[in-house]
């Protein structure tokens, strides 16, 4: 008889040694963390589905207290984009009236390429929780005064309205005009559109929604700066906040109300369909490449005693890329993203947002078509999808002190990113991300091994807590926990029992490919 033998190979996990050297107390220059650091841009054309109409929307309620409940304080949530350039106002409409272009595999929920919206669509901004700033736009594609007006009018009414003032919901700020840099693209301008016109008409429109709005230096709503695709930098030529500054628009009466600048920036682009590749996105290389494009342009708006925001950013432009944007490797994207982009000078990130877009944080509404690709698919109720996790990481570091600071911690590895918080001035946590995206059929899944130093004077840590986001694989959509606990819910409140490590400072921590954790010091 011959007998088979049979080899069966292990491949055992490769875990590699690293010590990270943090400060014990907050270096000079360290970044303010504020609790709204990750906020919300929500497509116009149907703020009607986010806010919900003869009642509040329950569900995208809860999500925002959510991270209230963490810092007490609410994301920003700023309500336009490419639709607030398509909308105009009748008396004759209640809340909204819209028409859609056809979906696509590659856009399965487009935006609206005209809204018409009444009174009602304003004073809905009294179903958000107690305490909302609001960051609102107006038309100015259209080179209708007459709509943004009407706009202004309607906007004031519904804050001043004693639902929304009862629950001191207040607009921060107006836009006007969204990603104007483009209107020679998309047919609101004719080719020979520039940013010297751009001033001009901008200054024209502000004015009038500043005076229509009773706006002033001291007025608690000024006007947000801005709000370009792209930008040209030290090329002024261009667009620009450096060519703007250029040209004089903050002396102007409008430009003088302006006390936000706003960039809007997506790492990729899904517009015409092709490969986006998830590893690609998560990589720290390219995360911190896509940021710091803009650190002349933050330089620049703080010379001038402005702040400066992502007005709207997100993963892929077009809505994000299927299998890219909606997965768990896209929540440490988010993550990193985020935390790197206070390194520069970026004070807070509104992350956009639309009903059925593939990158949403949140989907507020009843789905009936497939994100991916706008194939038919059983109703698909209200939920969080998994870079929403990546916001909850962001409010428990920054904590409800108010004082939160953040720097980056020195690591020379690809594929490591790790941030140091501080409050009161002290070392309080620290967050590790390992951005490798691993996938079914991998193999073993290495880690890095973590071991701390510590530098200056300040008390020294003997424990530490260590609270995991754990992934199956950076692909996955579903089945996320946070320290064991999971936003997955019917109503996006969290679940579960809360699962944390107390471990010795001395013994370090062990970080998996496609995992984050935060590290509290106790």
């Not at 005693?305 to 997965?327: D, F, K, Q, W």
């Not at 953040?406 to 967050?431: M, P, Q």
């Not at 899944?445 to 701390?452: E, G, L, P, V």
């Amino acid at each position: 008889m011959i007998w088979g033998v049979h080899f069966i190979t292990f491949v055992a996990p490769i875990v590699l040694a690293i010590e990270v050297t943090i400060p014990l107390t907050a270096p000079s220059g360290a970044a303010s963390l504020m609790g709204s650091l990750v906020s919300l841009s929500i497509e116009q054309d149907r703020w009607t589905d986010w806010a919900g109409t003869t009642e509040p929307n329950t569900f995208f309620n809860n999500v925002l207290d959510n991270l209230v409940q963490i810092t007490n304080t609410l994301p920003f949530v700023r309500i336009g984009a490419d639709s607030e350039d398509h909308t105009d106002f009748s008396y004759d409409v209640e809340y909204a009236e819209d028409i859609f272009p056809p979906s696509s595999t590659i856009t399965p929920y487009p935006e609206a390429s005209n809204i018409t919206v009444g009174q009602g669509f304003y004073d809905i901004i009294s179903h958000l929780p107690n305490g909302t700033q609001v960051h609102w736009a107006v038309n100015l594609r259209e080179y209708n005064l007459t709509a943004a007006y009407l706009e202004t009018v309607a906007l004031m009414n519904a804050f001043s309205s004693a639902a929304v003032v009862e629950k001191n919901i207040t607009l921060k700020f107006i836009e006007v005009g969204n990603e104007a840099d483009l209107y020679h693209n998309n047919g609101g301008r004719n080719s020979s559109w520039n940013v010297q016109e751009y001033v001009s008409q901008w200054e024209e429109f502000a004015y009038n929604v500043s005076t229509t709005a009773n706006l002033s230096k001291t007025s608690y709503t000024k006007l947000i700066g801005a709000a370009f695709a792209e930008s040209s930098h030290y090329n002024l030529s261009g667009f620009s906040p450096q060519a703007i500054f250029n040209l004089g628009v903050l002396e102007s009466p409008a430009g003088q109300l302006i006390e936000t600048i706003s960039q809007h920036h997506y790492s990729g682009s899904f517009c015409t369909g092709g490969g986006a590749v998830l590893q690609d996105l998560m990589t720290k290389s390219y995360i911190r490449g896509n940021i710091s494009a803009y650190s002349p342009d933050v330089e620049a708006t703080l010379a001038k005693g402005l702040n400066y925001i992502l007005g709207e950013t997100n993963s892929m432009s077009c809505h994000g890329a299927p299998n890219v944007s909606n997965t768990a490797g896209a929540a440490l994207w988010l993550l990193d993203y985020t935390l790197y982009a206070t390194q520069v000078g970026i004070s807070r990130i509104h992350f956009h947002e639309g009903i059925g877009y593939k990158y949403n944080l949140i989907q507020p509404a009843t789905l009936n078509y497939s994100i991916l690709d706008g194939s038919p698919i059983a109703p698909l109720a209200p939920h969080i999808q998994p870079a929403y996790y990546a916001a909850i990481i962001v409010a428990e570091a920054i904590g409800s002190s108010g004082t939160a600071q953040a720097v980056e911690i020195t690591i020379d590895e690809n594929d490591v990113s790790g941030f140091a918080i501080f409050e009161h001035g002290s070392l309080s946590k620290a967050i590790f991300i390992n951005t490798i995206a691993y996938f079914s059929g991998a193999g073993a899944r290495n880690s890095t091994h973590i071991d701390f130093s510590f530098t200056g004077s300040g008390h020294t840590a003997n424990n530490m807590s260590v609270k995991k986001l754990k992934i199956g694989y950076a692909s996955d959509t579903t089945n996320l926990t946070w320290g064991g606990q999971t936003y997955e819910t019917s109503d996006g409140r969290v679940s579960g029992p809360l699962t944390v490590d107390v471990l010795p400072i001395s013994s370090g921590v062990d970080l998996q490919e496609t995992e984050a954790i935060l590290v509290t010091f106790l």
